[in-house]
């Protein structure tokens, strides 16, 4: 018998109601929405039983543990998603409107200020819309305060293995470019940095550095760019979209820690390694930092509407995800993450291992022991369609890549390899 949709949602509504005693929840609601006669649903269903095949971006496919979901549900009583919230302005400052989530907006960004090593006392930030959202806010704090103290417009320095997204930014921000050349692991190479800065000597210094390129997750190393940059006004901006959630648990954590000044500013996805379902972005820089940013920002527009100035580009900003992100803020979530990162580490190792022993043809490389990415020659398409392979041609021949995420493990990876496996022996 066909559900209907009065049914189907009567099914679900009991489907939740088991989740919330404790059993499988997603397989019985997976089985409703099969059934449901909808069949934009019903492919939606299809679809997520094959979720852990999705191999090229790096995107946690994992659904979070329970407590997660009790957790948005006593949100929701609560009345957030059942009428508007708006996180509006800035989060350490009073808001007029009265329905906002600041207080866990800002008990989330000190909560990974204290993972990233900012000085205790001196942080600012806010979850922002996405990783693109925190480059943005990160450039044009950068830039403002650069043309602030020089009256010149910064050029932007980053590397051709940056994020698109930061070719948008400057081109938005109207800056003008620097490109700076890589070492043999992808990463940016500190003596052509000093090269170009010296080259622009008498405009400041704007640099993205990635931690974690896309394509071939190379990391940026701060020190080194901190030591090329030596007294030339800089501002340092820390591109960790994907590397900044898992980082903190390996060897390369020093990598993402501010400590007293290493870097300037800091962006991270929050559907990246933590798994959260929907698009966000940590964003964090020094209380300092902000407060000299925003004496120039409230220049530049009048803000009287709110009374205060918002200390961010966008206006209205979502209040539902800073309370539900803030989850994953909590120190007793961390062991669990230090757990997906080691987890992450030690398939990426195994699936490395076992490429370079059945699939030297495809020539794997791993640009070091933290990175989850290992790219190659590109396969037959039909691997690529069935795994979601980002693919990219370098040095004129295309090739492809593989993200491990907390949800890929041995019978994906396995699948993986059989398939590979089949294309070279046909
Ligand atoms: C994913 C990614 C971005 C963009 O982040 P979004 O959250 O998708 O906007 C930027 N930089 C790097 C290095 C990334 O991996």
Not at 176 to 204: H, I
Not at 233 to 245: C, N
Request: with cysteine; hydrophobic share 40%; proline share 6%.
């Amino acid at each position: 018998m066909p559900l209907t949709r009065r049914r189907f949602l009567q099914f679900s509504a009991a489907g939740l109601a088991v989740a919330s005693a404790g059993c499988q929840p997603p397989r019985l609601e997976l089985q409703a929405l099969e059934m449901a006669n909808d069949s934009r649903l019903a492919e939606k269903a299809r679809l997520a039983r094959h979720k852990n095949r999705f191999l090229g971006y790096p995107v946690n496919m994992s659904t979070p543990p329970e407590a997660f979901f009790a957790w948005r549900r006593q949100l929701q009583e609560t009345g957030l998603t059942r009428f508007a919230y708006n996180n509006v302005g800035n989060p350490y400052h009073h808001s007029p409107i009265p329905f906002n989530t600041h207080d866990f907006e800002r008990e989330l960004i000190e909560n990974f200020a204290a993972v990233y090593a900012f000085p205790k006392d001196d942080v600012w930030g806010f979850l922002s819309h996405s990783g693109t959202d925190s480059n943005m806010h990160g450039m044009y704090i950068g830039r403002t305060l650069l043309k602030g103290q020089s009256g010149k417009l910064p050029k932007c320095y980053f590397t051709p293995e940056a994020h698109y997204s930061i070719q948008i930014l400057t081109d938005l921000l109207g800056l003008e470019r620097v490109f700076v050349g890589t070492l043999p692991d992808a990463s940016m190479d500190p003596d052509d940095l000093a090269r170009k800065v010296n080259a622009n000597r008498d405009v400041p210094a704007l640099v993205v550095a990635t931690t974690g390129t896309t394509f071939k997750g190379a990391i940026d190393r701060v020190d080194a760019i901190k030591a090329a940059l030596g007294n030339h006004p800089h501002y340092l901006h820390l591109d960790a979209a994907l590397f900044g959630g898992y980082l903190p648990y390996t060897e390369d954590a020093e990598e993402v820690k501010h400590k007293q000044g290493r870097y300037d500013s800091i962006a991270v996805s929050c559907h990246k390694f933590f798994g959260f379902h929907s698009p966000a972005g940590i964003f964090i820089t020094r209380h300092s930092t902000f407060e000299t940013f925003n004496r120039l920002f409230s220049r530049v527009h009048t803000p009287e509407y709110i009374g205060h100035v918002p200390g961010t580009i966008t206006c209205s900003r979502d209040a539902v995800k800073p309370a539900e992100f803030w989850f994953f803020s909590r120190p007793e979530d961390r062991p669990r993450q230090r757990q997906d990162a080691k987890h992450m580490l030690t398939m990426t190792d195994y699936l490395m291992a076992q490429m370079e022993a059945h699939f030297p043809h495809l020539r794997p490389v791993r640009a070091g022991q933290t990175s989850n990415t290992i790219w190659f020659r590109k396969p037959a398409d039909w691997i690529v369609e069935k795994y979601s392979l980002a693919t990219m041609t370098v040095k004129g021949t295309k090739h492809a890549h593989v993200v491990v995420m907390p949800h890929v493990d041995r019978q994906v990876a396995d699948a993986f390899l059989d398939d590979l496996a089949q294309e070279h022996a046909a």
